[in-house]
């Protein structure tokens, strides 16, 4: 089982120096650290200049690779070179005690860290081996791959629950005619465990849905652009008991189609749902790093490291 101790980590290189914080606060590719990748090649671009995402085929299961991933807030660094693989058609859970940085780390994952003006990172997050944050991978195209689920079920209220789903096709400019419209929002729909509670109301606003249901019927908007990897940030931590065991049994059927990396405090559901594991961890005002990372059922049942075994045995956190 692979370890990566924790530690307070370099200091904050100077503003514009390589793998520093830019003078700007925000993040700037040209001063994050670089590892040729030997991918985005001509034959991985499109024809204006820009760069698919994954070298295989857009519709096979991708595998999502962070390498030395730094992130700060202004001056205060919060993640410390972390390294993670995120393999293809499993369930990873991130977990650790609050402010360790999970969410950062997953914000990282689709480029939603650069929205923070303060916010900076540098690092590579790999899919299929080609960098989101290259400069030739365009924000959209990144964000299409790598969907997000939020911890609030965040529909748009006055849009029927119909025109949510689809609601991504117009945001990445996809063009469908109705009748495709029609099978795709039953396919994801039915992939989200909601088809048959709401197929006869679809033109019903998705705000009146209950917050079990609004968070499938958001499951479902980030299915309908076909992303390769879904990233959910604690969905289930706002729901029911009988909620959360359906949002469960639909990612146990998800992973057949798309890569999961979720972020939970819920250490039974990160038994329930996740193939793999990794515990971070924030000691002593450090920034967060991955204490150790591996199957789930080692990290719970022999894990490796004292602090992994304290905290998945409930004795902090």
């Given at each position: 089982?692979?370890?990566?101790?924790?530690?307070?980590?370099?200091?904050?290189?100077?503003?514009?120096?390589?793998?520093?914080?830019?003078?700007?606060?925000?993040?700037?590719?040209?001063?994050?650290?670089?590892?040729?990748?030997?991918?985005?090649?001509?034959?991985?671009?499109r024809p204006d200049g820009a760069a698919y995402l994954g070298s295989a085929a857009a519709d096979s299961l991708a595998t999502l690779e962070a390498r030395d991933i730094t992130a700060w807030f202004g001056e205060r660094m919060v993640l410390d070179q972390v390294s993670l693989t995120m393999e293809a058609g499993q369930v990873t859970a991130l977990i650790?005690?609050?402010?360790?940085?999970?969410?950062?780390?997953?914000?990282?994952?689709?480029?939603?860290?650069?929205?923070?003006?303060?916010?900076?990172?540098?690092?590579?997050?790999?899919?299929?081996?080609?960098?989101?944050?290259?400069?030739?991978?365009?924000?959209?195209?990144?964000?299409?791959?790598?969907?997000?689920?939020?911890?609030?079920?965040?529909?748009?209220?006055?849009?029927?629950?119909?025109?949510?789903?689809?609601?991504?096709?117009?945001?990445?400019?996809?063009?469908?005619?109705?009748?495709?419209?029609?099978?795709?929002?039953?396919?994801?729909?039915?992939?989200?465990?909601?088809?048959?509670?709401?197929?006869?109301?679809?033109?019903?606003?998705?705000?009146?849905?209950?917050?079990?249901?609004?968070?499938?019927?958001?499951?479902?908007?980030?299915?309908?652009?076909?992303?390769?990897?879904?990233?959910?940030?604690?969905?289930?931590?706002?729901?029911?008991?009988?909620?959360?065991?359906?949002?469960?049994?639909?990612?146990?059927?998800?992973?057949?189609?798309?890569?999961?990396?979720?972020?939970?405090?819920?250490?039974?559901?990160?038994?329930?749902?996740?193939?793999?594991?990794?515990?971070?961890?924030?000691?002593?005002?450090?920034?967060?790093?991955?204490?150790?990372?591996?199957?789930?059922?080692?990290?719970?049942?022999?894990?490796?490291?004292?602090?992994?075994?304290?905290?998945?045995?409930?004795?902090?956190?």
């Amino acid at each position: 089982m692979a370890h990566a101790e924790t530690s307070s980590g370099p200091t904050p290189a100077a503003p514009g120096q390589d793998g520093g914080l830019p003078a700007s606060g925000r993040y700037d590719p040209g001063l994050a650290p670089t590892v040729p990748v030997g991918v985005v090649g001509p034959d991985a671009l499109r024809p204006d200049g820009a760069a698919y995402l994954g070298s295989a085929a857009a519709d096979s299961l991708a595998t999502l690779e962070a390498r030395d991933i730094t992130a700060w807030f202004g001056e205060r660094m919060v993640l410390d070179q972390v390294s993670l693989t995120m393999e293809a058609g499993q369930v990873t859970a991130l977990i650790g005690p609050s402010g360790c940085g999970k969410s950062t780390f997953l914000r990282i994952l689709n480029r939603m860290h650069q929205l923070i003006p303060s916010a900076a990172m540098a690092g590579e997050v790999l899919l299929d081996g080609v960098d989101i944050y290259d400069p030739r991978i365009r924000l959209t195209q990144a964000r299409r791959d790598i969907g997000m689920v939020f911890q609030k079920p965040n529909p748009f209220p006055a849009m029927s629950i119909y025109d949510n789903v689809i609601a991504g096709l117009k945001l990445t400019g996809s063009k469908a005619n109705r009748r495709t419209k029609d099978a795709l929002v039953e396919e994801c729909l039915t992939k989200a465990g909601l088809w048959r509670e709401v197929r006869d109301r679809l033109r019903q606003p998705g705000g009146a849905l209950s917050g079990g249901q609004q968070q499938r019927l958001c499951i479902a908007r980030s299915l309908a652009i076909r992303p390769r990897v879904l990233l959910m940030d604690e969905p289930c931590s706002a729901l029911d008991p009988t909620s959360t065991r359906v949002i469960e049994e639909t990612m146990t059927d998800l992973v057949r189609d798309v890569t999961i990396v979720i972020v939970t405090h819920n250490m039974q559901q990160a038994q329930r749902v996740s193939q793999k594991c990794a515990f971070f961890l924030a000691e002593q005002g450090q920034p967060g790093a991955i204490v150790e990372h591996g199957d789930t059922d080692a990290m719970f049942n022999n894990p490796q490291d004292p602090r992994t075994s304290d905290y998945v045995h409930g004795r902090f956190g």
